[in-house]
């Protein structure tokens, strides 16, 4: 079956350090996308991808890294630059002008 | 700031009654819309999407209604069930140009039996 895949699911992160979440997706989609949720919040949006080797900034870019070297694979690292990073992470994907945004079943980050 | 809120955070409802969940967005560019259910710990599930050239889209027990004039956008689950409880997201995007969803903060939809 098709569908987009997030690792781990849990992940604890000590201060100052770098970590990288996966995201992957074998739907032969365009476009990914790295959403940050807080509890009680509505998703908002970090990254995006349209297109292999290229990324926008989202609202809240600042303290996080992204790559696009496949087009299955979108990884988000979390820095140490950012300074609030205990969140729920999810990993979206979809196809340039056609129905559907495809969410992965999330990333519980947490600093330790 | 965000483009897409919802009008009541949380919203109590019996089993068997009908559930409308309301959302406000502000770009009028938008041309596609979405309602995602979440449930706790979970990514979220598609429900149902509306594009701008419709004016209302029914699925299995819920309907998305649209009214371009006032930028409102509506989810009515008919005959609700706890199965439901759950938090609603409305979210919009510009989907031609392939930009992100912009999702409003939710509303929790409670079912008591």
């Known amino acids: 079956d098709g569908g987009i895949t997030q690792s781990p699911k849990y992940l604890f992160r000590k201060e100052g350090q770098n970590v990288t979440l996966s995201c992957e997706q074998n739907?032969?989609?365009?476009?990914m996308y790295w959403y940050r949720q807080d509890p009680g919040q509505g998703l908002r949006l970090i990254y995006y991808s349209q297109i292999v080797n290229d990324f926008q900034k989202g609202d809240i870019a600042e303290g996080y890294s992204v790559s696009r070297e496949k087009k299955e694979s979108f990884p988000l690292t979390v820095t140490s630059a950012q300074k609030n990073p205990t969140a729920f992470y999810l990993c979206?994907?979809?196809?340039?002008?056609?129905?559907?945004?495809?969410f992965g079943s999330g990333t519980r980050l947490t600093v330790v | 700031g965000e483009s897409v809120g919802l009008h009541l955070p949380t919203l109590s409802v019996q089993e068997g009654d009908n559930s409308i969940i309301n959302c406000a967005y502000s770009?009028?560019?938008?041309?596609?819309f979405i309602w995602y259910k979440q449930e706790s710990g979970k990514g979220p599930q598609f429900i149902i999407d509306i594009r701008s050239n419709m004016d209302k889209r029914q699925g299995q027990r819920v309907t998305v209604l649209l009214n371009k004039t006032v930028k409102h956008l509506s989810l009515q689950i008919a005959a609700t069930q706890p199965g439901d409880s759950a938090v609603y997201f409305c979210a919009e995007t510009i989907n031609q140009a392939g930009t992100a969803l912009i999702f409003g903060k939710g509303t929790t939809l409670s079912v008591s039996s």
């Open positions: 979206a994907s979809s196809t340039l002008g056609q129905d559907g945004y495809t």
């Open positions: 770009n009028s560019a938008s041309d596609y």
């Open positions: 739907l032969n989609h365009d476009a």
